[in-house]
């Protein structure tokens, strides 16, 4: 388990923030923003994507609970076909920064792409979901709050196995799409089709 930063600079209100979704096929992105507590206890906390399914839900009761201040932000699918899903990402973080009941001093960004928001200065962080506290924490609300949107769209539409692979490429996903063609959660502008590669 790493070793994850409390803060870039200390005595500075820091918001983290991360996105959850960016390669999928189908249904919105997600982004979060999270402030932490200074000495706040989240055991076992790290970037999402290294954690399995129980422990992402556990961490994600806990970080609702003990941080200073959380908020999700969604971009959909349209939009994400409009604007293209990298600016779609980061309007996402734009759109939890904009939720939060805390106004931060400091942004801390997983990636290396952002745009300014609102006058908050910010850092741009490659991997920082590895690195830094409160961007691990988003990585886990993005992912934990997207996952429980796509697995509420199973049910609309089974033929996808959204519950399994909440959207991703995976060889099923792809094939389900052969068959039964794109439906109205799909990114027409992504690359459905194996062959479009």
Known sequence: MPRLRRFLQKNRLEAGCDEAGRGCLAGPVFAAAVILKPGTRLP???DSKKLKESEREVLRELIERRAMAW????????????INILNASILAMHNAVKQLIIKPDWLLIDGNRFHA???IPHTTVIQGDGKFASIAAASILAKTHRDAFMTALDSEYPMYNWQQNKGYPTVAHRDA???HGPCSYHRMSFRLYPHDE
């Open 117 to 119: 928001y609102e006058g």
């Open 44 to 46: 076992g906390l790290n």
């Open 71 to 82: 908020a999700v932000g969604i971009v959909d699918h349209k939009e994400i076909d409009r």
């Open 177 to 179: 799409i052969i068959v």
